[in-house]
């Protein structure tokens, strides 16, 4: 297998094709990113003699930048994998490497991927990837709307010309009509693929489970592999993590926030709902607020439950259990 490292940017691709691993050898190409760059990325590969069976490529997620070159080089038969950039740059610390340009990265990326191998990418079925852009979406037209409410509420407070209050009326109305539509629209998208519906349904079947944290929990869920609730939590930032040293070093454990913060702010609001109507949730929120554990502390085991019972239903596809053992 021969590996080939990926360093994203937004117009070009950094490669690094790894040709003997003991030794470092190696050879390189930019290509824009853009189908036809992976098309003249896949003739250079050919050139090189590897095949694309035998041929891994490591990517970092850099927002939705990497997700064309992904998909295109899936359907070209070669194995894909998809990694966590706090991984590979602690990878890199590891090999001592300072030097930050895109042609290091890349070749990091693909030593990255000779010695640990990640996982294969499976690419999100077509509905999955259309839930989820159709649910980003949703996500600016609310922010729009709450900075333009924002200001609204300014100009009522202050001396603000009629014609600006008209526009910011005008703009508020627009986007509110928006917002409905494109709810509509991700209603019936759910309602047109029968995987979909049959997975909100039992998402929905959890207290303190409604239409948005199903939306979101389901778009991530069917955008990406996980093995384990554990690793469902990691993604979305809710795993505590540790600052303990000797005696010395005593911070509290906070959460790694390492995922996307938009599904975190979804999750702690329907955690609150869940300390006081999901029987399982508020048993692990009472305990540890009995042991002493700050509010807000046992909201983020209350969030981590509440995505561990969600990863469950879908898991086991049974609906939620209220008399089930509550395990924390």
Known sequence: MFYLGMDVAKAKLDCCLLLDEASGRRKTKVVSNAKSGIVDLLAWVAKQNVSPGALHVVMEATGVYHEQAAMALADAGITVSIVNPAQVKDFGRGLAVRTKTDGVDSFVLARYGALLKPVAWTPPAPEARMLQALLSRREAITQDLQRERNRQEKADATDTPDRIRQSLADSIEFLVKQLAELQRDIDQHIDRHPTLKDDM?????????????????????????????????????????????????????RLSKAGPARIRAVLYMAAVVATRHNPHVKAVYDRLLARGKSKMSALGAAMRKLVHLCFGVLKTRKPYQHNYAKIA
């Open 201 to 253: 349904a039992l998402l929905q079947s959890i207290p303190a489970v409604g239409p948005q944290v199903g939306g979101n929990l389901l778009s991530v869920m069917r955008s990406h592999e996980f093995s384990s609730a554990e690793q469902l939590a990691a993604y979305l930032g809710l795993v505590p993590v540790e600052r303990q040293s000797g005696s010395s070093v005593m911070g509290r454990a």
